[in-house]
């Protein structure tokens, strides 16, 4: 009798365990369907949610991580061609400026060079010019030789393509020729000016510092407007086109909510992540924004068939070599269906057989119904 007892004991062990989950098999003669029975109390505790299927909630879009940066066509980087010293610096980081403002002045040694080689090569033609004009008329009286004359116009033209020289050098540095020897005191020096509308950036002048051909001495950028460039995988290529909208939240500004479009696809995938880039183009008219800030971005899923029914990945979950939802038959009991599924994104999956659209399921939190699913 003692071991009867005993037996019995642990026959309802399980059954005394406190859970807050309870599962009961139906009577259907049929088949007996798995249900589990929750609290209704503990749905939030738990973190449950039930939505609708194939409703647009959280459905229907797939969310892609990114990061903030300035718009390339109004962005712009400022330096120069030539080597030179900073005698002064106008502007500071996070200035606004206009097209055309003065960033910066430089000594430039190289300008007073090419000024007194322009100076020099048009003397030189000076000379020529009068050299072949007295040859011309000398030939015309038979007193000089056709050959003399030739050759002075060769040095004409010489002299001609020297001065031409000079100048396009000049233009390169943004000077001109002096009119005279006297000039070449008060040059050699080159005002850096703003390209375009925007907010410094960027600076890299420090007075008297020494500046070489490939330093960038200033960054300007018109942040009115910003792209969020997103990491598109291989698997959600097809979500993102062209004029899709948006949303993305910035968890660094307290989960600020911002809204774009795609504007540009990248042509490729990178072999390395596996992803292309896509750039949404979001208003930035209070500076908010800024470069580097990471971005989560949602998206809705393109999807040529209304009738597809997509589910997130978490709402589907594996128990027992099945795919299985729970369906809400009411509130804190949910049935455990085994549904057929077929790959959509990395987010989503299709389902083909076992659930109907406006069933509402378990969309978040379906994991802990499956582990005390599993338990039985």
């Not at 109390?41 to 797939?62: F, K, N, S, T, Y």
């Not at 971005?297 to 939802?325: M, T, Y």
Request: proline content about 5%.
């Amino acid at each position: 009798m003692r071991l009867l007892f005993l037996l019995l004991a642990l026959m309802l062990l399980p059954a005394c365990r406190k859970s807050p989950v309870e599962v009961r098999p139906s009577q259907s003669e049929e088949a007996a369907l798995q249900l589990l029975r929750l609290n209704p109390d503990a749905l939030a505790r738990l973190g449950i949610v039930v939505e609708q299927a194939g409703g647009e909630a959280a459905v229907h879009r797939v969310e892609l991580p990114g990061t903030l940066e300035y718009v390339a066509d109004k962005y712009a980087e400022v330096g120069y061609l030539a080597e030179g010293r900073i005698t002064s610096v106008h502007v500071n980081v996070g200035d606004k400026v206009k097209r055309g403002q003065p960033l910066a002045t430089l000594l430039i040694p190289q300008i007073s060079d090419a000024q007194a080689l322009a100076l020099s090569a048009q003397a030189n033609l000076d000379i020529a010019r009068d050299h072949a004009r007295r040859e011309a008329a000398l030939l015309e009286e038979q007193l000089t030789s056709r050959s003399d004359e030739e050759l002075a116009r060769g040095r004409k033209r010489v002299a001609e393509a020297d001065l031409a020289g000079a100048k396009a050098k000049l233009a390169l540095l943004g000077a001109d020729v002096p009119q005279g020897t006297g000039e070449l005191r008060s040059h050699g020096h080159v005002t850096l000016t703003s390209p375009i509308d925007g907010v410094v950036v960027a600076r890299d002048a420090t007075l008297g510092a020494f500046v070489e051909p490939r330093d960038t001495v200033f960054a300007i950028a018109d942040t009115r407007t910003m792209w969020a460039v997103l990491d598109v995988f291989e698997s959600d290529v097809g979500s993102a086109r062209e004029g899709t909208p948006v949303e993305l939240t910035i968890d660094a500004l307290g989960g600020k909510i911002v809204k774009g479009k795609v504007v540009a696809l990248e042509p490729q995938v990178a072999h390395e992540s596996r992803a292309l880039r896509a750039r949404v183009e979001v208003p930035n008219e209070d500076g908010a924004l800024r470069r580097g800030l990471f971005v989560r971005a949602s998206l809705p899923i393109a999807s040529a068939d209304s009738a597809e029914l997509l589910l997130p990945r978490s709402a589907v979950q594996p128990l027992g070599g099945r795919d299985v939802v729970f369906v809400e038959k009411e509130r804190g009991v949910f049935e455990v269906r085994t549904v057929t599924t077929a790959p959509r994104s990395a987010q989503l999956v299709r389902i083909t057989d076992g659930l109907h659209k406006d069933e509402r399921i378990v969309a978040r939190g379906a994991f802990v119904l499956r582990g005390e699913a599993t338990k039985q």
